[in-house]
Structures are given as C-alpha cells and as structure tokens.
Nanobody, 126 residues
C-alpha cells in the first residue's frame, strides 16, 4: 500500500529555514503529483504547495509564494518543501499527500488527495 513518511520538521526562529522531505513507497512515484498541506492548532487543514508528476509545474498558496519551494526527485521517490523566511504564522503540522489518480497537472484541493503522511511539526518562534 502507499506509504508517505515526512521528516525535517523542528523549531526555528523567525526568518530561518527548514527543508521538509517526504519519502513515498507503494507505487510508481513518478506517475503521481504530490502536495504539501498544513494544519495549525485549532484550524482546518490547508493547501500549501503542489507539484505535477514530472516536476515541471508547481503551485503555491499566496501566503508562501516567494518563500517556499516544492520540488521532487523521482529517482529517490521523494518530494521536498524548502521553507525560507519562516514566520510564526507558518507554525503547523505539515503533511505530504498523494492523489489516487495519475495526472500531469497540479492538484490543489484536499479532496483530490487520498494518501497522507503522519505529519511533521514545524514551529517558528518570534
């Protein structure tokens, strides 16, 4: 079955950087787009970034544009989220996700994703 395992979260000061990784297994990674989502305490889960299966197209929520970069290495079955200029409002549990269907365009809706990792905590102190 599909497994997604995130890593790289932690505590960082405002203005700092973190790189999250998500290792996927269970089916051919390069056939599927990937997404990153986050959920702050007491809030609903929200879209952060997505990448298509080839890595040629990315999409970001407005609040992270210019600060976060999603990328993938299909040889390593891994998707990354480079987070720079972090702000306290970026504090959340970050999840990677994979959709059930294969498509070479980015998917931004939570309902389009069927497989989720366990999440990794990112805490940004002011």
């Amino acid at each position: 079955q599909v497994q997604l395992v995130e890593s790289g979260g932690g505590l960082v000061q405002a203005g700092g950087s973190l790189r999250l990784s998500c290792a996927a297994s269970g089916r051919t990674f390069s056939n599927y787009g990937m997404g990153w989502f986050r959920q702050a305490q007491g809030e609903e889960r929200e879209f952060v970034a997505a990448i298509n299966r080839s890595g040629s197209t990315t999409y970001y929520t407005d609040s992270v544009k210019g600060r976060f970069t999603i990328s993938r290495d299909n040889a390593k079955n891994t998707v990354y989220l480079q987070m720079n200029s972090l702000k306290p409002e970026d504090t959340a549990v970050y999840y990677c996700a994979q959709p059930r269907r294969s498509a070479n365009y980015v998917l931004t809706q939570i309902k389009e994703y069927d497989y989720w990792g366990q999440g990794t905590q990112v805490t940004v102190s002011s």
